[in-house]
């Protein structure tokens, strides 16, 4: 599986923005996909995501805020995030994997595939 993450870019506080997560190479039926971020200086952090059953899941900071979606026909992820804050300033990769069990899709080291990353800048 190859994923190709887009839509990064520079908003201001307040904002919204929508990336995507294209794969390619074959089905997404059956991965657990998830969206991750890493901001400078820190760890990689799970943001949103899907097991492989489409059950989701968010992290704290952006319940309410952002929503991730998929469309498995297209083999596309979304993450349409809202009201953006400066401190959600980061790189944000998508990755999917087969093996991923329910109890680790915020784990980032579960993940086999991954995308190459997009920046989101917010400014205050």
């Known amino acids: 599986v190859q994923l190709q993450a887009s839509g990064g870019g520079l908003v201001q506080t307040g904002g919204s923005l929508r990336l995507s997560c294209a794969a390619s190479?074959?089905?997404?039926?059956?991965?657990?996909m998830g969206w991750f971020r890493q901001a400078s200086g820190k760890e990689r952090e799970f943001v949103a995501g899907?097991?492989?059953?489409?059950?989701?899941a968010s992290a704290d900071s952006v319940k309410g805020r952002f929503t991730a979606t998929r469309d498995t026909a297209r083999r596309t992820m979304y993450l349409q995030m809202n009201d953006l804050k400066p401190e959600d300033t980061a790189v944000y990769y998508c990755?999917?994997?087969?093996?991923?069990?329910?109890?680790?899709?915020?784990?980032?080291?579960?993940?086999?595939?991954w995308g190459q990353g997009t920046l989101v800048t917010v400014s205050s």
């Open positions: 990755a999917a994997d087969r093996s991923v069990i329910a109890s680790n899709i915020r784990t980032q080291s579960a993940y086999d595939y």
């Open positions: 190479g074959r089905s997404l039926n059956g991965y657990a």
């Open positions: 899907f097991n492989r059953s489409g059950g989701s």
